[in-house]
């Protein structure tokens, strides 16, 4: 029982400092319960192991007792802890819900200047009212009736919710939210739909098809040679991602591919290629989509690297690195 206890600790410590504000509420629980359980065996061991003869009768009645099963009050400490659970769950996300539900009805009443306001600053400003709404009656989502949330975490200023929206016709949709916390309330910064499940659940992150991959490294390419070609980075800055924008500029872009200036390189040849992926795209831990291939051509093999993020309703450019051998 002993070792059991000390289990309990061992798993209140991870807890506690591994899964956010739940792991702050539940690990110290397991941390007391595997306390209060190694305390009691340590007291019926020293029972066990010194029973004076001319007390061995009071002490077998107090070891007797002490060898009550403990398993019910274990497993009812074990349901108490599980209820725990789910209540800080639930108490803990329920602002991003609240958010979620506000937004959704908004759209059903076709209040898009209200429906704006639950996004962050970020979607807003990769995403215009005419597109959300656009990609909102693309995905039926505009037909919301009601909402069914099978996944909810929270970690610091992030938040995850995902499952389903019931809609007017009776169709369920399936969803991902992802949220930031603001300086007001918990703001929107992704809506995503989840055909291939979630890689971390603080992220979201959906493979793209083979389809819009080729799609994606194709505009990336497009937006990447047009700038090379006017020797100035500004469209290529303006089509990455509100992140990278705000770390990055186009001057400095501008001094990152000065190599490729004044060379006539000309790579706007290359939108009639498709691009040939050399390692499978794949979405890392952090919601990060990584996409490597080239452009094998006659005189020159252009080789990429392209790094995405999901902001509001898209792929947006991170990162990115291009050779010509």
């Known amino acids: 029982m002993k070792n059991i206890a000390v289990l309990m600790q061992v798993a209140g410590l991870i807890l506690t400092f591994s899964i956010g504000w739940a792991g702050l509420f539940i690990g110290p629980l397991l941390l007391i319960a595997g306390g209060v359980m190694y305390r009691r065996e340590t ?4 029972l066990e192991q010194n029973t004076p003869d001319n007390h061995q009768q009071n002490n077998e009645k107090a070891i007797a007792t002490n060898k009550k099963p403990v398993w019910p009050k274990v497993l009812g400490g074990i349901a108490v802890v599980i209820g725990l659970i789910f209540s800080a769950v639930f108490i803990l996300t329920a602002d991003l819900t609240k958010t979620a539900n506000e937004f959704f009805q908004s759209v059903k009443n076709n209040d898009i200047e209200k429906a704006y306001t639950f996004l962050s600053e970020d979607f807003k400003a990769q995403t215009s009212k005419a597109e959300l709404m656009t990609y909102l009656k693309k995905t039926s989502l505009d037909q919301f009736v009601d909402a069914n ?13 995902t499952g389903s929206i019931t809609t007017e016709s009776g169709g369920v949709v399936p969803v991902s939210l992802s949220f930031v ?9 992704a809506i995503q739909m989840p055909t291939s499940g979630i890689k971390d659940e603080l992220v ?6 083979e389809d819009e991959l080729v799609r994606l490294a194709s505009e990336t390419m497009a937006v990447f040679a047009e700038s090379v070609y006017d020797s100035d980075m500004s469209k290529l800055y303006n089509y990455t991602s509100q992140l990278w924008q705000k770390q990055s500029s186009p001057d400095k872009l501008d001094e990152g591919f000065s ?12 939108s ?7 390692k499978k795209p794949q979405v890392n831990s952090e919601g990060v989509l990584l996409v490597e291939g080239q452009y094998p051509t006659k005189q020159i093999n252009v080789s990429f690297e392209f790094k995405y993020i999901f902001e ?3 792929w947006k450019l991170i990162g990115l690195s291009v050779n010509l051998n």
């Open 149 to 161: 949330w099978s996944n909810r975490s929270r970690n610091g200023n992030r938040g995850l919710l």
């Open 312 to 314: 509001g309703i898209r």
């Open 43 to 46: 007291k019926l061991q020293a």
């Open 204 to 209: 979201t992150a959906v493979m793209p098809s």
């Open 259 to 270: 190599s490729f200036y004044g060379k006539n390189i000309d790579l706007r040849g290359l």
């Open 272 to 278: 009639n290629m498709s691009p040939q992926f050399t």
């Open 181 to 189: 916390k603001s300086a007001e309330a918990w703001k929107i910064f």
